[in-house]
Protein backbone atom coordinates (compact mmCIF):
# COMPACT_ATOMS: atom_id res chain seq x y z
CA UNK A 1 0.00 0.00 0.00
CA UNK A 2 2.36 2.30 0.95
CA UNK A 3 4.39 1.58 -2.23
CA UNK A 4 1.64 2.32 -4.52
CA UNK A 5 1.11 5.41 -2.73
CA UNK A 6 4.40 6.68 -3.09
CA UNK A 7 4.32 5.84 -6.82
CA UNK A 8 1.22 8.25 -6.88
CA UNK A 9 2.78 10.87 -5.18
CA UNK A 10 5.89 10.84 -7.33
CA UNK A 11 3.72 10.59 -10.21
CA UNK A 12 1.53 14.05 -8.90
CA UNK A 13 5.06 15.51 -8.43
CA UNK A 14 6.06 14.89 -12.02
CA UNK A 15 2.98 16.11 -13.19
CA UNK A 16 3.25 19.29 -11.13
CA UNK A 17 6.80 20.27 -12.21
CA UNK A 18 5.39 19.35 -15.91
CA UNK A 19 2.55 21.85 -14.87
CA UNK A 20 4.58 23.89 -13.76
CA UNK A 21 6.90 23.95 -16.68
CA UNK A 22 3.96 24.51 -19.31
CA UNK A 23 2.94 27.68 -17.57
CA UNK A 24 6.16 28.95 -17.68
CA UNK A 25 6.73 29.02 -21.22
CA UNK A 26 2.89 29.34 -22.07
CA UNK A 27 3.64 33.01 -20.63
CA UNK A 28 6.90 33.18 -22.16
CA UNK A 29 5.54 33.01 -25.74
CA UNK A 30 2.33 35.24 -24.68
CA UNK A 31 4.55 37.71 -23.14
CA UNK A 32 7.05 37.83 -26.25
CA UNK A 33 4.06 38.11 -28.79
CA UNK A 34 2.55 41.29 -26.28
CA UNK A 35 6.19 43.06 -25.27
CA UNK A 36 7.02 42.83 -29.35
CA UNK A 37 4.29 44.92 -29.64
CA UNK A 38 4.96 47.39 -27.21
CA UNK A 39 8.55 47.42 -28.13
CA UNK A 40 8.36 48.33 -31.92
CA UNK A 41 5.19 50.95 -31.11
CA UNK A 42 7.68 52.58 -28.95
CA UNK A 43 10.53 53.45 -31.45
CA UNK A 44 8.70 52.62 -35.46
CA UNK A 45 4.63 52.30 -35.53
CA UNK A 46 3.89 55.73 -35.24
CA UNK A 47 5.93 57.19 -38.19
CA UNK A 48 4.51 54.16 -40.17
CA UNK A 49 0.51 54.36 -39.35
CA UNK A 50 0.46 57.33 -38.67
CA UNK A 51 3.23 59.33 -40.63
CA UNK A 52 1.08 62.86 -40.95
CA UNK A 53 1.22 63.53 -37.06
CA UNK A 54 3.81 65.51 -35.62
CA UNK A 55 6.66 63.19 -33.98
CA UNK A 56 4.91 64.05 -30.38
CA UNK A 57 0.90 62.65 -31.66
CA UNK A 58 2.89 59.85 -33.67
CA UNK A 59 4.42 58.40 -30.89
CA UNK A 60 1.13 59.00 -28.62
CA UNK A 61 -1.58 57.44 -31.40
CA UNK A 62 1.28 54.51 -31.77
CA UNK A 63 1.11 54.21 -27.60
CA UNK A 64 -2.50 54.51 -27.97
CA UNK A 65 -3.03 51.29 -29.28
CA UNK A 66 -0.75 49.84 -27.04
CA UNK A 67 -3.31 51.06 -24.61
CA UNK A 68 -6.21 49.70 -26.09
CA UNK A 69 -4.89 46.25 -25.78
CA UNK A 70 -4.87 47.02 -21.74
CA UNK A 71 -8.34 48.10 -22.20
CA UNK A 72 -9.45 44.53 -23.21
CA UNK A 73 -7.96 42.84 -20.95
CA UNK A 74 -11.02 42.74 -18.47
CA UNK A 75 -13.72 41.42 -20.83
CA UNK A 76 -10.85 38.48 -21.50
CA UNK A 77 -9.93 37.85 -17.71
CA UNK A 78 -13.92 37.50 -17.26
CA UNK A 79 -14.70 35.39 -20.27
CA UNK A 80 -11.62 33.07 -19.93
CA UNK A 81 -12.08 33.37 -16.27
CA UNK A 82 -16.15 31.55 -16.90
CA UNK A 83 -14.66 29.01 -18.57
CA UNK A 84 -11.50 28.44 -16.73
CA UNK A 85 -13.58 27.91 -13.36
CA UNK A 86 -16.08 26.40 -15.28
CA UNK A 87 -14.54 23.44 -17.68
CA UNK A 88 -10.87 23.60 -16.67
CA UNK A 89 -7.65 25.50 -16.62
CA UNK A 90 -5.90 23.41 -19.16
CA UNK A 91 -8.64 24.25 -22.32
CA UNK A 92 -9.19 27.68 -21.53
CA UNK A 93 -4.78 28.41 -21.49
CA UNK A 94 -4.39 26.29 -24.65
CA UNK A 95 -7.11 28.96 -26.20
CA UNK A 96 -5.24 31.76 -24.82
CA UNK A 97 -2.39 30.60 -26.49
CA UNK A 98 -3.84 30.31 -29.67
CA UNK A 99 -5.43 33.58 -29.48
CA UNK A 100 -2.68 35.54 -28.58
CA UNK A 101 -0.08 34.25 -31.27
CA UNK A 102 -1.90 33.76 -34.03
CA UNK A 103 -3.50 37.72 -33.56
CA UNK A 104 0.59 38.59 -33.22
CA UNK A 105 1.46 36.88 -36.46
CA UNK A 106 -0.82 39.10 -38.03
CA UNK A 107 0.58 42.41 -36.81
CA UNK A 108 3.40 41.28 -39.24
CA UNK A 109 1.21 41.24 -42.06
CA UNK A 110 -0.56 44.69 -41.59
CA UNK A 111 -0.01 47.05 -44.43
CA UNK A 112 0.98 50.08 -43.52
CA UNK A 113 -0.31 54.10 -44.17
CA UNK A 114 1.51 54.22 -47.36
CA UNK A 115 -0.05 51.24 -48.59
CA UNK A 116 -3.90 51.63 -47.54
CA UNK A 117 -3.87 54.50 -45.63
CA UNK A 118 -5.57 54.69 -42.18
CA UNK A 119 -7.20 51.05 -42.70
CA UNK A 120 -3.72 49.87 -41.80
CA UNK A 121 -4.47 51.73 -38.40
CA UNK A 122 -7.77 50.05 -38.21
CA UNK A 123 -6.04 46.58 -38.77
CA UNK A 124 -3.24 47.22 -35.99
CA UNK A 125 -5.85 48.38 -33.16
CA UNK A 126 -8.13 45.28 -33.90
CA UNK A 127 -5.55 42.87 -33.72
CA UNK A 128 -4.18 44.64 -30.80
CA UNK A 129 -7.54 44.07 -29.23
CA UNK A 130 -6.82 40.07 -29.74
CA UNK A 131 -4.14 40.68 -28.55
CA UNK A 132 -5.19 41.85 -25.22
CA UNK A 133 -8.40 40.01 -25.02
CA UNK A 134 -5.85 36.76 -24.73
CA UNK A 135 -3.86 38.26 -22.30
CA UNK A 136 -6.38 38.93 -20.34
CA UNK A 137 -7.33 35.25 -19.88
CA UNK A 138 -3.58 33.98 -19.37
CA UNK A 139 -2.15 35.19 -16.16
CA UNK A 140 -4.99 33.83 -13.71
CA UNK A 141 -5.14 30.25 -15.43
CA UNK A 142 -1.12 29.93 -15.57
CA UNK A 143 -0.76 30.96 -12.33
CA UNK A 144 -3.73 28.22 -10.85
CA UNK A 145 -1.98 25.53 -13.20
CA UNK A 146 1.51 26.15 -11.11
CA UNK A 147 0.14 26.17 -7.56
CA UNK A 148 -2.94 23.82 -7.48
CA UNK A 149 -0.89 21.07 -6.55
CA UNK A 150 -0.33 19.34 -3.17
CA UNK A 151 2.94 18.93 -3.70
CA UNK A 152 3.85 22.45 -4.07
CA UNK A 153 1.92 23.46 -0.92
CA UNK A 154 5.00 24.64 0.89
CA UNK A 155 6.76 26.41 -1.87
CA UNK A 156 3.78 28.06 -3.19
CA UNK A 157 5.15 31.38 -3.63
CA UNK A 158 8.21 29.51 -5.95
CA UNK A 159 6.01 27.78 -8.11
CA UNK A 160 3.47 30.56 -8.76
CA UNK A 161 6.47 32.97 -9.64
CA UNK A 162 8.00 30.49 -12.35
CA UNK A 163 4.85 32.26 -14.61
CA UNK A 164 6.32 35.40 -13.99
CA UNK A 165 9.27 34.11 -14.63
CA UNK A 166 7.46 33.73 -18.31
CA UNK A 167 7.77 37.50 -18.37
CA UNK A 168 11.30 38.59 -18.18
CA UNK A 169 11.68 35.41 -20.29
CA UNK A 170 9.54 36.50 -22.88
CA UNK A 171 10.48 40.11 -23.03
CA UNK A 172 14.55 39.06 -23.26
CA UNK A 173 13.84 36.41 -26.45
CA UNK A 174 11.68 39.69 -27.29
CA UNK A 175 14.69 42.34 -27.48
CA UNK A 176 17.18 39.34 -28.81
CA UNK A 177 15.24 38.90 -31.77
CA UNK A 178 14.59 42.37 -32.17
CA UNK A 179 18.62 43.51 -31.35
CA UNK A 180 19.22 40.45 -34.10
CA UNK A 181 16.77 41.82 -36.69
CA UNK A 182 17.81 45.40 -36.69
CA UNK A 183 21.62 44.31 -37.32
CA UNK A 184 20.63 42.99 -40.25
CA UNK A 185 19.86 46.24 -42.23
CA UNK A 186 19.79 50.08 -42.41
CA UNK A 187 17.25 51.49 -40.11
CA UNK A 188 15.83 52.56 -43.26
CA UNK A 189 14.99 48.60 -43.96
CA UNK A 190 13.71 47.69 -40.63
CA UNK A 191 11.27 50.54 -40.32
CA UNK A 192 9.98 49.28 -44.19
CA UNK A 193 10.35 45.33 -43.60
CA UNK A 194 12.66 44.09 -40.31
CA UNK A 195 10.41 44.98 -37.95
CA UNK A 196 7.77 42.38 -39.58
CA UNK A 197 10.29 39.68 -38.86
CA UNK A 198 9.43 39.30 -35.31
CA UNK A 199 6.24 39.26 -35.01
CA UNK A 200 5.94 36.40 -38.16
CA UNK A 201 8.51 34.25 -36.09
CA UNK A 202 5.95 34.15 -33.47
CA UNK A 203 4.12 31.16 -35.28
CA UNK A 204 6.65 29.17 -34.02
CA UNK A 205 6.14 29.86 -30.42
CA UNK A 206 2.68 28.69 -31.08
CA UNK A 207 3.55 25.22 -32.33
CA UNK A 208 6.05 24.83 -29.26
CA UNK A 209 3.60 26.04 -26.91
CA UNK A 210 0.89 24.35 -28.19
CA UNK A 211 2.76 20.74 -28.02
CA UNK A 212 3.67 22.06 -24.04
CA UNK A 213 0.48 23.27 -22.91
CA UNK A 214 -1.66 20.00 -24.69
CA UNK A 215 0.38 17.60 -22.64
CA UNK A 216 -0.45 18.40 -18.78
CA UNK A 217 -3.25 17.14 -17.02
CA UNK A 218 -5.84 19.65 -15.32
CA UNK A 219 -4.72 20.76 -11.48
CA UNK A 220 -5.87 18.33 -8.68
CA UNK A 221 -7.69 21.53 -6.97
CA UNK A 222 -10.02 21.82 -9.92
CA UNK A 223 -11.26 17.46 -10.58
CA UNK A 224 -11.71 18.17 -6.82
CA UNK A 225 -14.41 20.39 -7.40
CA UNK A 226 -15.57 18.56 -10.05
CA UNK A 227 -15.66 15.35 -8.04
CA UNK A 228 -17.70 17.47 -5.44
CA UNK A 229 -20.04 19.04 -7.22
CA UNK A 230 -18.70 22.50 -6.21
CA UNK A 231 -17.65 23.99 -9.88
CA UNK A 232 -19.82 27.30 -9.78
CA UNK A 233 -22.21 27.89 -12.51
CA UNK A 234 -21.42 31.09 -12.84
CA UNK A 235 -18.24 31.73 -11.14
CA UNK A 236 -17.68 35.19 -12.26
CA UNK A 237 -20.65 36.96 -11.29
CA UNK A 238 -20.20 34.58 -7.63
CA UNK A 239 -16.40 35.87 -7.62
CA UNK A 240 -17.64 39.69 -7.77
CA UNK A 241 -20.80 39.41 -4.87
CA UNK A 242 -18.57 37.62 -2.90
CA UNK A 243 -14.96 38.41 -3.50
CA UNK A 244 -14.91 42.12 -4.84
CA UNK A 245 -13.54 43.60 -2.23
CA UNK A 246 -10.42 41.31 -2.90
CA UNK A 247 -10.73 42.39 -6.45
CA UNK A 248 -10.42 46.00 -5.73
CA UNK A 249 -7.37 45.33 -3.29
CA UNK A 250 -5.38 43.38 -6.31
CA UNK A 251 -5.66 46.13 -8.46
CA UNK A 252 -4.44 48.40 -5.64
CA UNK A 253 -1.47 46.28 -5.37
CA UNK A 254 -0.66 45.86 -8.82
CA UNK A 255 -0.67 50.12 -9.30
CA UNK A 256 3.13 50.72 -8.85
CA UNK A 257 4.54 47.60 -10.33
CA UNK A 258 2.12 47.62 -13.94
CA UNK A 259 3.26 50.73 -14.56
CA UNK A 260 6.68 50.31 -13.51
CA UNK A 261 7.36 47.55 -15.54
CA UNK A 262 6.10 49.44 -18.42
CA UNK A 263 7.95 52.80 -17.90
CA UNK A 264 11.24 50.72 -17.46
CA UNK A 265 10.43 48.36 -20.83
CA UNK A 266 8.39 50.58 -22.62
CA UNK A 267 8.73 54.74 -21.92
CA UNK A 268 12.41 54.46 -21.24
CA UNK A 269 13.09 53.68 -25.37
CA UNK A 270 10.88 56.44 -26.64
CA UNK A 271 12.43 58.80 -24.05
CA UNK A 272 15.54 57.44 -24.40
CA UNK A 273 15.68 57.53 -28.26
CA UNK A 274 13.26 60.69 -28.85
CA UNK A 275 14.68 62.81 -26.11
CA UNK A 276 18.29 61.78 -24.96
CA UNK A 277 18.97 60.72 -27.91
CA UNK A 278 20.72 57.40 -26.75
CA UNK A 279 21.04 54.70 -29.45
CA UNK A 280 18.64 52.12 -29.75
CA UNK A 281 20.89 49.30 -29.64
CA UNK A 282 22.52 50.57 -26.82
CA UNK A 283 18.82 50.62 -24.63
CA UNK A 284 18.28 47.03 -26.12
CA UNK A 285 21.18 45.86 -24.69
CA UNK A 286 20.58 47.33 -21.14
CA UNK A 287 16.96 45.97 -20.88
CA UNK A 288 18.71 42.50 -22.02
CA UNK A 289 20.78 42.60 -19.28
CA UNK A 290 18.39 43.82 -16.89
CA UNK A 291 16.01 40.63 -18.05
CA UNK A 292 19.07 38.43 -17.92
CA UNK A 293 19.26 39.61 -13.71
CA UNK A 294 15.14 39.11 -13.84
CA UNK A 295 15.26 35.45 -14.44
CA UNK A 296 17.13 35.00 -11.18
CA UNK A 297 15.43 37.89 -9.13
CA UNK A 298 11.52 36.75 -9.71
CA UNK A 299 12.38 33.41 -8.46
CA UNK A 300 14.21 34.48 -5.45
CA UNK A 301 11.79 37.02 -4.70
CA UNK A 302 9.28 34.33 -5.12
CA UNK A 303 10.83 31.53 -2.70
CA UNK A 304 11.66 34.63 -0.40
CA UNK A 305 7.91 35.31 -0.18
CA UNK A 306 7.56 31.34 1.03
CA UNK A 307 9.76 32.62 4.29
CA UNK A 308 8.76 35.84 5.52
CA UNK A 309 5.17 35.77 3.91
CA UNK A 310 4.05 37.86 0.86
CA UNK A 311 2.28 41.07 2.17
CA UNK A 312 5.42 41.61 4.14
CA UNK A 313 8.06 41.26 1.25
CA UNK A 314 5.09 43.15 -1.16
CA UNK A 315 5.29 45.91 1.07
CA UNK A 316 8.36 46.54 0.91
CA UNK A 317 9.20 46.11 -2.49
CA UNK A 318 6.56 48.81 -3.20
CA UNK A 319 7.89 51.02 -0.60
CA UNK A 320 11.42 50.59 -2.32
CA UNK A 321 9.67 51.11 -6.25
CA UNK A 322 8.03 54.73 -4.84
CA UNK A 323 11.63 55.80 -3.51
CA UNK A 324 13.27 54.64 -6.32
CA UNK A 325 11.43 56.65 -8.93
CA UNK A 326 13.18 59.98 -8.48
CA UNK A 327 16.95 58.64 -8.09
CA UNK A 328 15.90 56.36 -11.81
CA UNK A 329 15.60 59.18 -13.96
CA UNK A 330 18.40 61.22 -12.69
CA UNK A 331 20.49 58.29 -13.26
CA UNK A 332 19.19 58.19 -16.69
CA UNK A 333 19.85 62.28 -17.64
CA UNK A 334 23.25 61.54 -16.75
CA UNK A 335 24.29 60.88 -19.59
CA UNK A 336 26.89 58.25 -18.66
CA UNK A 337 26.70 54.78 -19.79
CA UNK A 338 27.26 53.10 -17.42
CA UNK A 339 24.98 54.96 -14.77
CA UNK A 340 22.43 54.62 -17.48
CA UNK A 341 22.70 50.34 -17.94
CA UNK A 342 23.15 50.53 -13.63
CA UNK A 343 19.61 52.49 -13.27
CA UNK A 344 17.93 50.01 -16.31
CA UNK A 345 18.95 47.18 -14.68
CA UNK A 346 18.17 47.98 -11.22
CA UNK A 347 14.92 49.34 -12.24
CA UNK A 348 13.95 45.61 -12.88
CA UNK A 349 15.42 44.20 -9.72
CA UNK A 350 13.26 47.31 -7.77
CA UNK A 351 9.96 45.87 -9.82
CA UNK A 352 10.74 42.35 -9.20
CA UNK A 353 10.49 42.62 -5.58
CA UNK A 354 6.81 42.81 -5.43
CA UNK A 355 6.37 40.76 -8.82
CA UNK A 356 8.15 37.46 -7.99
CA UNK A 357 5.76 36.74 -5.00
CA UNK A 358 2.64 38.39 -6.65
CA UNK A 359 0.98 35.25 -7.91
CA UNK A 360 0.51 33.47 -4.82
CA UNK A 361 -0.32 36.32 -3.24
CA UNK A 362 -3.23 37.23 -5.30
CA UNK A 363 -4.27 33.74 -5.68
CA UNK A 364 -4.86 33.00 -2.21
CA UNK A 365 -6.92 35.37 -1.96
CA UNK A 366 -9.33 33.47 -3.64
CA UNK A 367 -11.17 29.88 -3.24
CA UNK A 368 -10.21 27.33 -5.95
CA UNK A 369 -14.09 27.66 -7.04
CA UNK A 370 -13.34 31.11 -8.45
CA UNK A 371 -10.16 31.30 -8.64
CA UNK A 372 -8.91 31.74 -12.43
CA UNK A 373 -12.01 34.77 -12.69
CA UNK A 374 -11.01 36.52 -9.25
CA UNK A 375 -7.40 36.78 -9.71
CA UNK A 376 -7.83 37.28 -13.06
CA UNK A 377 -10.15 40.02 -12.99
CA UNK A 378 -8.41 41.97 -9.75
CA UNK A 379 -5.06 41.31 -11.92
CA UNK A 380 -6.35 42.76 -14.92
CA UNK A 381 -8.12 45.60 -13.48
CA UNK A 382 -4.67 47.66 -13.16
CA UNK A 383 -4.26 47.59 -17.02
CA UNK A 384 -7.21 50.17 -16.84
CA UNK A 385 -5.77 51.82 -13.62
CA UNK A 386 -2.25 51.75 -14.14
CA UNK A 387 -0.23 49.57 -16.58
CA UNK A 388 -2.22 50.88 -19.94
CA UNK A 389 -2.24 54.43 -19.38
CA UNK A 390 1.30 54.52 -18.06
CA UNK A 391 3.29 55.20 -21.26
CA UNK A 392 0.90 57.41 -22.17
CA UNK A 393 0.29 59.53 -18.72
CA UNK A 394 4.31 59.35 -18.86
CA UNK A 395 4.76 60.86 -22.35
CA UNK A 396 2.12 63.50 -21.30
CA UNK A 397 3.64 64.42 -18.10
CA UNK A 398 6.95 64.82 -19.70
CA UNK A 399 5.87 67.14 -22.79
CA UNK A 400 3.34 69.10 -20.58
CA UNK A 401 5.63 69.57 -17.41
CA UNK A 402 9.01 69.34 -19.10
CA UNK A 403 10.58 67.48 -16.36
CA UNK A 404 11.07 63.38 -15.71
CA UNK A 405 9.85 64.35 -11.63
CA UNK A 406 6.42 64.85 -12.97
CA UNK A 407 6.83 61.32 -14.26
CA UNK A 408 8.51 60.42 -11.11
CA UNK A 409 5.79 61.71 -8.78
CA UNK A 410 3.53 59.35 -10.76
CA UNK A 411 5.22 56.47 -10.23
CA UNK A 412 5.74 57.33 -6.77
CA UNK A 413 1.64 57.92 -6.11
CA UNK A 414 0.62 54.41 -7.89
CA UNK A 415 3.43 52.56 -5.45
CA UNK A 416 1.83 54.36 -2.67
CA UNK A 417 -1.89 53.08 -3.54
CA UNK A 418 -0.15 49.43 -4.18
CA UNK A 419 1.36 49.59 0.04
CA UNK A 420 -1.95 50.83 1.22
CA UNK A 421 -3.68 47.98 -0.87
CA UNK A 422 -1.74 45.67 0.43
CA UNK A 423 -1.63 46.30 3.91
CA UNK A 424 -5.76 45.21 3.89
CA UNK A 425 -5.14 42.23 1.60
CA UNK A 426 -5.03 39.44 3.86
CA UNK A 427 -1.92 37.10 3.95
CA UNK A 428 -3.24 34.00 3.19
CA UNK A 429 0.31 32.05 2.58
CA UNK A 430 -0.21 29.87 5.64
CA UNK A 431 -3.53 28.82 4.73
CA UNK A 432 -5.15 25.88 3.05
CA UNK A 433 -4.81 26.87 -0.38
CA UNK A 434 -7.93 24.48 -1.51
CA UNK A 435 -10.09 25.61 1.07
CA UNK A 436 -13.18 27.91 0.39
CA UNK A 437 -12.34 29.30 4.22
CA UNK A 438 -9.20 31.35 2.31
CA UNK A 439 -10.25 35.60 3.38
CA UNK A 440 -12.68 35.38 4.54
CA UNK A 441 -11.71 35.85 8.27
CA UNK A 442 -8.37 37.18 7.72
CA UNK A 443 -7.59 40.50 9.32
CA UNK A 444 -5.58 43.44 7.47
CA UNK A 445 -2.05 43.56 9.38
CA UNK A 446 -0.83 46.75 11.24
CA UNK A 447 1.99 47.88 9.45
CA UNK A 448 4.43 50.57 9.74
CA UNK A 449 5.50 52.08 6.55
CA UNK A 450 6.76 54.88 4.74
CA UNK A 451 5.37 56.25 1.62
CA UNK A 452 7.21 57.65 -1.05
CA UNK A 453 7.01 61.54 -0.46
CA UNK A 454 5.41 63.59 -3.41
CA UNK A 455 6.52 66.81 -3.90
CA UNK A 456 4.40 69.28 -5.75
CA UNK A 457 4.94 69.92 -9.82
CA UNK A 458 6.50 72.79 -11.00
CA UNK A 459 6.37 74.29 -14.40
Known amino acids: MKVVQKEIDVDTQRHARRAVIASTVGSMIEWY ?3 IYGLVAATVLGKLFFPQADPYSATLLSLSTFFLGFVI ?8 GHFGDRIGR ?4 VSTLL ?7 LVGLVPTYDQVGIWGAVAL ?8 FGVGGEWGGAVAVATEWKSLDKKRGLAGSWPQFGSPLGLLLALLVLSAVSRLGTNEWFETIGWRIPFLLSIVLIGVGFYIRIGIHETPAFKDMERKGTVEKAPVAVAIKKYWREILLVCGIRSGQHAAFYLFSTFVLSYGVGTLHISRDFLFNALLLACAVSLISVP ?3 YLSDIIGRRSLYIIGAVTLGIFAFPYYAMLNSGNSIIIVLAIVMSIVVHDISYGPQPAFIAEAFPPEVRYSGSSLGYQLSSITAGGPAPLVATYLFHEYGTTLAVSIYLATLASIAVVSAIFLPDTYRRNYNSAEVATDAKPAK ?3 AIAPSPSLAR
Open 73 to 80: RPVGAAIF
Open 99 to 105: LMGVSTV
Open 125 to 132: TILRLLQG
Open 33 to 35: DFY
Open 90 to 93: KGTL
Open 300 to 302: TFG
Open 447 to 449: VDV
